[in-house]
Every structure is written in structure tokens, then in C-alpha cells.
């Protein structure tokens, strides 16, 4: 079965293959069919037969859903995270470029007369990372899915955010600890006045952080809104308060700090008594561009389970070897806003 109709249905897109053409709202009718076809079901199956042949139909899906899983991470985490599929019989391993050039840039010394100079070698260094089993449960049965009651898209949706959700809290868990493993420690993180302030002294802080940030790329700035929802430009004669005023009129914050980009981090609940956040919001993180500090691996297949429960109802489990860990900790700043609270 081509995994091409499975992808588009799961991300509900229109599909257009040679004759075949489906728009949004037939491809899940149209992927439906053709995983009944490659399980030679009929239209009117049996429940029997479509237990028969449950295995057979999630190994399809989890193929399509390893395909893209890795994309998807990415588009979220992309701007500071390096996301990485991995065979599972393969190890572990990032190439941390960057570590070398940085430090033959820091140690090219003045040449002498005959044009010699000493440099350090460019070197790389290789970061390990271990993986761990992270299960999502999946509310679907197969007969809902080829009774129509729920689509592709809505079983993919689960699935992603299930792993969006235990991935993206680790890779905030990583940055906010800046445990270096590399071997360097966090821009300032031995100096209290600079990474603990309050919202009004936010702007100070990064003052003090963004000239070395700058050293290893151009500077964003992420944050909740809580966190930032005072950073101001100082006024001048160009009046960019008013710049200021309009920013924060429109989504909350300002846009642009002294030049650096500010992006506001999306935070979510994770729970249903509306009190755990996916991350914490006084967490203020200062990144270079082009330096993914944090590695997410993803190994091996997908692999969904069936769970039949002791008071005999049943759910689906997705199961993924995941591994999230903090390459190089000497690239970027955290600053934590002590007073940034969600009431």
C-alpha cells in the first residue's frame, strides 16, 4: 500500500496521484478503502473479521505515522532543537559541528613575518544519547475508523500531539537545567543578578546576555508571554514605544528588542485541572540561530498496542523509543522571571 494516501489523509491535504485525485474531504474515505482492499475486507465485515486483521491494519498505520512523525517535531521544535530518526538497531549519535570552529576561532592567534599562524584543530565532538520507551494512548478502535466515526486525521492528530507534548516538555526540562555536556557551562549561569530578575528587569538582563549569544549566531529571544509581557524599547527619537504600543495591542508582546527577534513560546495544559503547563512560563530562553542545542532522537518503529483494560474496555497504545538531551550548553542564556506567574 502506498503510504502516500495514509500521509494525506492523516494530515487531511488532497491527494493526486496519476488517475487518482481525492480532494480534503474524500481522502479519508479514499485511504479507508484502500487499507480494507490490502486486508481483503468487505464493506459489511464482521467484527470478527476486522479483529482478525487489527495487527495487520495499525502496521500500516504505523509505518505512515513514522514517516512523518519526525517532520511534525520538527516544524515545532526545529528553531532550537535538532530532531533525528535512528534505525533500532543503530546508536545514538549527534556530530556537534560547531564545537570545533568555535574554538579555532577563539584561539587564531596574530601570524608572524612568514605568514604562519597557530589555530586550534577543527575538531568535531560526538554527543551519545540514550532512549527510553514514551507510550501515548490512542482513544481508537479500528472498526471506528472503518465505520467512519473517526478519521485518519483525528487518529494522527492524538498520536502527534501525544508525542509533541512529552517531547516538548523534555526539551524545555533540558534547556532550563543547562546541564552542559559538552563540557561548558550556560552563558552567565554562575551569575545570579543576570539570570534571575523580574519582569521590569528583563530588558537589563538581556542586555547583559545577547553580545555573547551574538558570538554564535544571530539572537531570538523565547519566552511566554507572561514572562515578557513588559520588555519595552527604550525611547528615542524615532518613538519606537510606539512600535511597542501596537505589538503588544496586537498579540501581547513586543515583536522586535533592540533589534533581536522575540517569540512567544506556545504553552498548553497537559492536565485536566487546569493547573500543570507544559513548561514553565518564567523561563526566558536567549538562542542562536543555526544552533540546535538540544538532540531529539526518535529510534526504531512505531509500534501500536492493544490494551484491554481490567474492567474490560480497550484502548490502543503507541509506543516510540524516544531520547531528548542538551549537546552544548555554551551557546545560549536563560533567564528566569521570577514574578512571571499564570493567576
Not at 476486522?50 to 512523525?69: C, G, P, Q, S, T
Not at 545570579?192 to 537589563?204: C, F
Request: net charge negative; charged share 25%.
Amino acid at each position: 500500500m502506498d503510504n502516500r494516501l495514509l500521509i494525506a489523509a492523516f494530515e487531511n491535504k488532497p491527494y493526486v496521484e496519476g488517475e487518482l485525485n481525492f480532494s480534503a474531504e474524500d481522502v479519508n474515505t479514499a485511504a479507508i478503502n484502500a487499507i480494507k482492499k490490502e486486508l481483503n475486507l468487505a464493506d459489511n465485515a464482521s467484527v470478527r473479521d476486522i479483529r482478525a486483521v487489527e495487527n495487520e491494519a495499525f502496521a500500516l498505520i504505523e509505518e505512515a505515522v513514522d514517516e512523518i512523525l519526525p517532520k511534525k517535531l520538527d516544524a515545532v521544535l526545529g528553531q532550537f532543537a535538532e530532531v533525528k530518526s535512528f534505525p533500532r538497531d543503530a546508536e545514538v549519535v549527534f556530530n556537534i559541528e560547531k564545537v570545533g570552529k568555535n574554538r579555532a576561532k577563539l584561539t587564531i592567534s596574530k601570524g608572524a613575518r612568514g605568514g604562519i599562524y597557530r589555530a586550534a584543530r577543527l575538531d568535531n565532538k560526538y554527543f551519545g544519547l540514550s532512549t527510553g520507551v514514551q507510550t501515548v494512548a490512542v482513544y481508537c478502535t479500528l472498526e471506528e475508523l472503518l465505520l467512519g466515526t473517526m478519521s485518519l486525521g483525528e487518529l494522527f492528530a492524538n498520536i502527534q500531539e501525544g508525542f509533541e507534548e512529552i517531547v516538548y516538555k523534555e526539551v524545555f526540562e533540558a534547556l532550563a537545567a543547562g546541564t552542559p555536556v559538552a563540557g561548558y557551562p550556560r552563558i552567565k549561569g554562575d551569575d545570579a543578578s543576570i539570570v534571575s530578575t523580574t519582569k521590569a528587569g528583563l530588558g537589563a538582563s538581556l542586555d547583559k546576555v545577547l553580545p555573547y549569544v551574538k558570538q554564535y549566531g544571530v539572537p531570538t529571544v523565547f519566552g511566554s508571554a507572561v514572562a515578557m509581557d513588559l520588555l519595552a524599547n527604550p525611547g528615542d527619537a524615532y518613538h519606537p514605544e510606539l512600535e511597542d504600543s501596537k505589538d503588544r495591542r496586537q498579540i501581547g508582546i513586543i515583536r522586535i528588542y533592540k533589534g533581536v527577534r522575540i517569540v512567544e513560546l506556545p504553552n498548553y495544559l497537559i492536565d485536566n485541572s487546569n493547573s500543570a503547563w507544559a513548561y514553565d512560563p518564567r523561563y526566558v530562553f536567549v538562542m542562536p540561530s543555526g544552533v540546535k542545542p538540544v538532540k531529539v532522537a526518535l529510534k526504531g518503529e512505531m509500534y501500536i498496542q492493544k490494551n484491554v483494560q481490567a474492567v474490560g474496555s480497550e484502548k490502543w497504545e503507541a509506543h516510540k523509543l524516544i531520547g531528548v538531551g542538551l549537546a552544548m550548553a555554551n551557546n545560549f542564556a536563560v533567564i528566569t522571571v521570577t514574578d512571571a506567574i499564570i493567576a
